[in-house]
């Protein structure tokens, strides 16, 4: 079974660009996550998507980050403008069933804004 | 207060060692509790996986949970230098809603 893919592994930009990444979950999980892992500390989530609709955006920082996941599938995270404080590992992660349970992380995305 | 709180560690040990790891948490709430591992430059695995109070074993590792004390342990026996890694506990509300991890203890096993 394949696990979830993302893309790029590394990214460098200068603060005030843009960024995406993107992943493609395990295939079948219905629900798809986007966690922000700062050094020292445990992931964060950022979004959840049930399908292709959002269950939990609570702590997306929305006046610069936007997510989608239109075909229920593959999801994409964008920052625009990246801050310095953006710096971190962005990791999806996918499930079968919503919520606390089995989620399966991807390798990761590590920015870092300069 | 946060939601979870772990022991930053790093915690350095002999190999075969017995290594004790722990979290404490907030919110009685909680009755999901799990335990990633995650080695550098990778995303979180997970390794074990409890719902409410008591005790799960899975070969070399064990699960510890005790709601009254707010507290969860995970039990490394026979440690191996693989088992170097960050070690990351997580719990939620319910199986519908969202997890809250700790900060991560860094595990160095000596050969």
């Known amino acids: 079974e394949a696990g979830v893919a993302q893309s790029p592994r590394y990214k460098i930009i200068e603060k005030r660009q843009s960024v995406a990444f993107w992943c493609n979950p395990i295939?079948?999980?219905?629900?798809l996550y986007w966690y922000q892992q700062i050094l020292g500390q445990g992931p964060k989530l950022l979004i959840q998507f049930q399908n292709n609709g959002v269950v939990d955006d609570s702590q997306l920082p929305k006046d610069r980050f936007s997510a989608e996941r239109l075909k229920g599938v593959d999801s994409t995270l964008k920052i625009q403008p990246a801050k310095l404080e953006d710096s971190a590992v962005y990791l999806c992660a996918s499930s079968l069933v919503q919520g606390a349970g089995e989620q399966y992380f991807g390798p990761g995305t590590r920015l870092t804004v300069t | 207060q946060k939601e979870v709180e772990q022991d930053p560690g790093p915690l350095s040990v002999p190999e075969g060692a017995i290594v004790s790891l722990n979290c404490t948490y907030s919110n009685s709430a909680f009755q999901y509790f799990m335990w990633y591992r995650q080695y550098s430059r990778k995303g979180p695995e997970l390794l074990m996986y409890?719902?409410?109070?008591g005790n799960k074993e899975d070969g070399r590792f064990t699960a510890q949970v005790d709601k009254s004390s707010k507290y969860i342990s995970l039990f490394i026996r026979d440690s191996q230098p693989s088992d170097s890694a960050t070690y990351l506990c997580a719990m939620g509300r319910n199986n519908f809603n969202k997890i809250y991890f700790g900060s991560g203890t860094k595990l160095n096993v000596k050969p």
């Open positions: 295939s079948g999980h219905a629900t």
């Open positions: 409890t719902y409410s109070s």
